[in-house]
């Protein structure tokens, strides 16, 4: 970065030992279980395949995305761990399951039919995950439907039930109430299969939340994303050592001194307390920062706060 010539003085840092230093978290809380790293949305806007190829040299099971697009992009990088798709797939768009060699995720007998007539007629067979909807109320299979559905599916011979997971709605609230609940639905879920005689091999629940308060719920492996990147969840999740991975970093581009009871950009809401030297950074909410940090936000120059 010091010896480019940037044509705007502003950009992100992404700190890829941070990242290393919240995996290792991460791997130390859930030991040999699954950890199924999410980098959906170009990895929290870290960057998606900078952020996968690190996670796969550090020793994560499984990456997980939003939609097939983000799946075919990482596949195309190079990316080799199995990419868990966790968005809705298109019974047309089956092909490129197939020949990208993505995980997509069940979430209609209609897309499983279609995917079956693929892999029938070009002999192939793919691994899918199951999800189940426990209280979440988007994505997901009722769970009170969800063993009919499952045992269904089943019955596609081209078809591997390799996973079955839901997503909790509250677990970073301070009140872990209805993620009990959630768990138990799920719990109820597993324990029906079960005495049916199936057995899904990676059950997985548990989220950044959980893994830091309730870790009993990570059962075969977890999904984890925004702790990854060195965030807690809310501020009702215990806290945690972690490390930001991304740092926004600007030049000041103009300094005035002014005095006394002037006030500073939009509405006036600032006026300085004495004389004081103003220094403009050229970054607003136009980029994405968020104007209601407006006399909140802090930044650090040559290390002082």
Do not use: C
Not at 162 to 178: C, P, Q, R
């Amino acid at each position: 970065m010091k010896n480019e010539v940037l044509l705007r003085p502003v950009w992100a840092e992404i700190n890829l030992d941070n990242l290393k230093k919240n995996y290792k978290t991460v791997r130390k809380i859930i030991g040999k279980r699954k950890l199924i790293a999410v980098v959906k949305s170009n990895a929290y806007g870290h960057g998606s395949v900078e952020i996968a190829k690190e996670l796969e040299n550090l020793g994560a099971d499984y990456l997980a995305v939003r939609n097939l697009e983000e799946g075919v992009e990482l596949r195309s990088e190079g990316i080799e761990k199995p990419i868990l798709i966790m968005g809705y797939v298109f019974p047309k768009q089956v092909n490129y399951i197939v020949e990208f060699s993505l995980t997509p995720t069940i979430l209609s007998f209609d897309f499983a039919e279609e995917l079956e007539k693929f892999l029938e007629t070009y002999g192939e067979k793919i691994k899918v995950h199951i999800k189940i909807d426990t209280g979440m109320g988007r994505l997901g299979i009722p769970y009170k439907d969800s063993v009919e559905f499952i045992k269904e599916i089943k019955k596609l011979k081209n078809i591997e039930i390799e996973g079955l997971y839901s997503h909790f709605s509250t677990a970073d609230e301070e009140d872990k109430s209805f993620t009990e609940e959630q768990f138990k639905r799920f719990m109820y879920v597993v324990d029906k299969l079960e005495k049916e005689g199936i057995e899904i091999p990676l059950k997985h629940i548990g989220n950044s939340a959980t893994v830091i308060d309730l870790p009993k719920f990570s059962l075969d492996g977890v999904r984890v994303g925004i702790m990854l990147y060195g965030l807690r969840p809310s501020s009702f999740v215990r806290e945690i050592k972690l490390h930001p991975v991304m740092s926004i970093r600007a030049k000041i581009v103009f300094l005035k001194r002014v005095d006394k009871g002037t006030p500073i950009s939009y509405g006036r809401k600032f006026y300085t307390q004495r004389e004081s030297i103003i220094a403009t950074i050229p970054m607003g909410y136009s980029d994405g920062y968020p104007r209601a940090l407006t006399n909140i936000g802090e930044v650090i120059v040559r290390g002082k706060r």
